[in-house]
């Protein structure tokens, strides 16, 4: 007779790792199924999360590569804004690492992970879903659970297989790990013509080593390998060889994240910073929210899309307003010419906004929302801003 497990969660990154942890934890029976043959394996991600997300999910300190309070802004023609506090604001941590130490909390609650096992459907029945895995799979063929929680990361087709959609709006990312030269600060790179509608970073994460990566409408192979060239010849990267990876991003999220004995959570359901692209701290608070409203419909045993529902206006509660003012934040920026970029960086300089900004109590790492609506408010900012013309309304706020 085939094992009915509680949960099954479809992925096991560090929101999977997460709910599992939560759900395995409240003494549900957890399977979590994932297509990667290890843990370990390296992640199309820079890791970089902030202080907040370290203390409120007990981030272990040998996962960290290093802590970081201050990063360089770099205009499109090259002028520089520092930002610096005396206190760490984020964390780099190893992703690879990151997944193992989470899967590892998740395990020793009593969560069982199946590696090598790519689930091609989930049907949803009456009373349970039945994953199915592709090819040999753990040589099972699939999986029933009371309930499923796709944790499946970026373009994962099942969410649109359950009805669910897609991702409101997307962008693209490479990234390479590459020896650094001298570098010990994050910078961070903003033009039209570095990375279309995004930035581009170089992130120093052991001595000599470094991440350099970028975010971009279009073609990011062929912006990083641009980049990576720039950063040799300036001589902060040995080699513009290295071998890229290649990820995505939602910037928008799913138009639903519920249905009938389902959830969606993390990178799937679009739980991302669209100022960012940072999705690690938004979907591990998304976990929580997720296995929360599953332990009481799994408690009633009423697990219907509308007892479901709940699990969405918590995360919309929490996170709604953020990714709606980031998205606007973001949406603005694509706009903007180099040229408009560089009379930006002058504007923050000139008027001491930046330190005006690291003053203030609610510059934080996860939540851009009240900062934008501030500089908006900013006059000279936002006489600039009005110079752009808009293809929507400008609310003026702040
Ligand atoms: C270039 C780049 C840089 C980034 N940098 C940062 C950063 O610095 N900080 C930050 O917070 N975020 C960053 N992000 C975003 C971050 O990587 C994601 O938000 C985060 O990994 C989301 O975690 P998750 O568990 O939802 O999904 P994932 O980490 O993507 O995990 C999904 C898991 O599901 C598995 N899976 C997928 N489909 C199936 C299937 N059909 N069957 C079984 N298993 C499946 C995958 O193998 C994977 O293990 C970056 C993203 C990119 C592209």
Request: proline letters at 4%; aromatic letters at 8%.
């Amino acid at each position: 007779m085939v094992k009915l497990y509680d949960v099954a969660v479809i992925g096991g990154g560090p929101v999977g790792s997460r709910a599992a942890y939560k759900l395995a934890g409240m003494g549900y029976k957890v399977v979590v199924v994932e297509q990667k043959e290890r843990l370990g394996e390296p992640v199309c991600c820079t890791g970089i999360i902030s202080q907040e997300c370290v203390s409120s999910f007990a981030v272990d300190d040998g996962v960290i590569f290093r802590r970081v309070n201050s990063a360089r802004f770099l205009s499109p023609s090259g002028k520089l804004l520092s930002l610096w506090r005396q206190e760490p604001q984020a964390c780099i941590v190893d992703r690879a690492a990151f997944n193992v130490a989470l899967a590892s909390r998740a395990q020793g609650k009593g969560a069982e992970y199946v590696l090598n096992s790519p689930v091609r459907n989930i049907e949803v029945r009456n009373d349970r879903v039945r994953i199915e895995i592709a090819g040999q799979g753990a040589g099972l063929g699939f999986f029933e659970a009371r309930a499923a929680v796709i944790t499946t990361g970026f373009g994962s087709k099942l969410v649109e297989g359950l009805g669910l959609g897609k991702v409101g709006d997307f962008v693209l990312g490479a990234q390479a790990e590459v020896e650094a030269m001298g570098v010990d600060e994050v910078e961070v790179y903003f033009g039209q013509e570095i990375a279309p509608g995004f930035f581009a970073w170089l992130v120093p994460t052991l001595p000599q080593r470094a991440l350099v990566g970028l975010l971009s409408r279009r073609n990011p192979g062929l912006y990083l390998r641009r980049l990576m060239s720039s950063l040799v010849a300036q001589g902060k990267i040995a080699s513009a060889e290295a071998e890229l990876s290649y990820g995505g991003v939602p910037l928008k999220p799913l138009a639903r994240s519920y249905s009938d004995r389902v959830l969606v959570v993390g990178t799937a359901a679009g739980q991302v910073k669209p100022t960012t692209g940072g999705g690690i701290y938004y979907g591990l608070l998304c976990a929580d929210i997720a296995a929360n409203s599953l332990h009481q419909a799994l408690a009633s045993d009423t697990l219907s899309a509308k007892n479901l529902a709940n699990y969405e206006r918590v995360w919309k509660r929490k996170l709604g307003q953020e990714l709606k003012v980031g998205y606007w934040a973001r949406k603005f920026y694509e706009l903007l010419s180099d040229r408009q970029i560089d009379r930006i960086f002058d504007i923050i300089k000139s008027n001491r906004i930046d330190e005006a900004l690291l003053k203030a109590d609610d510059l934080s790492f996860d939540w851009h929302g009240r900062v934008v609506l501030k500089l908006i408010g900013h006059k000279a900012l936002s006489k600039t801003v009005e110079m752009i013309k808009l293809p929507f309304p400008l609310g003026r706020r702040g």
